[in-house]
């Protein structure tokens, strides 16, 4: 079951968050909840000015609706979208560790798991790899010193570098991006006039893309 989030914010002042565990397909209650939360604060969709999506890695459907729902709803206002990768705003939350790596890792189920490499340089948070779906095993090696890490997927990762030195270990929190996050790692790169391509990141491949591609 996807879990659907929808933040409303004045700039970076938070108005509301929500975490929604969806019984019906997202695409189906999207809209609703969308008109329901802007209702509730006295808002239309007329008020809105810059939407801020996120582009993966996570469920396939989950980023496809959410995106797609962004997209037609920027289209329709002629509004800005920001897409922001969620292990970039996980990453943010240690952008003040000035000379670390910070190594984000999202549990991605069938033994994998989801991340990339950061390095903290001037208070900005540098990708220093791509954004990959690997086993635990394969991923630590992508890890550099000094390094935080930390994510849903720590617990996959934890038995190949729990002995290693110079890591600091993050077992609990951390696990999820928060609205607050979101909003102002979509607003760092509104300033910076850094738009980029509103591209799904899935991380790896679909089943059925996977199953096309046997002989």
């Not at 996120?54 to 496809?64: A, V």
């Not at 991006?177 to 760092?188: M, N």
Request: proline share 4%; glycine share 8%; net charge neutral.
């Amino acid at each position: 079951m996807d879990e659907l989030v929808m933040v409303l914010s004045l700039e970076q002042k938070l108005i509301e968050e929500r975490h929604i565990k969806a019984k019906k397909n997202t695409s189906e209650i999207i809209g609703t909840l969308f008109m329901d939360m802007l209702t509730l604060h006295d808002y239309s969709v007329n008020d809105l000015n810059l939407i801020i999506v996120t582009l993966g890695p996570g469920t396939f459907t989950g980023i496809r609706v959410g995106l797609a729902f962004c997209k037609g709803l920027a289209s329709g206002l002629n509004l800005p979208v920001i897409g922001v990768s969620t292990l970039d705003v996980l990453g943010a939350y240690f952008s003040a560790f000035e000379g670390y790596h910070v190594f984000p890792v999202i549990d991605a189920k069938k033994g994998e798991v989801f991340f990339s490499l950061y390095y903290v340089e001037n208070g900005e948070l540098l990708r220093k790899t791509d954004i990959a779906s690997k086993r635990p095993v394969d991923a630590i090696r992508y890890i550099m010193t000094p390094c935080i890490c930390f994510g849903s997927g720590i617990a996959l990762c934890e038995p190949y570098i729990s002995h290693k030195e110079d890591i600091i270990l993050i077992k609990d929190g951390y696990k999820r991006i928060t609205g607050e996050k979101l909003i102002k790692t979509g607003l760092r790169l509104w300033d910076k006039k850094e738009m980029g391509a509103l591209t799904p990141v899935y991380g790896r491949k679909s089943e059925a893309e996977i199953k096309l591609s046997l002989p």
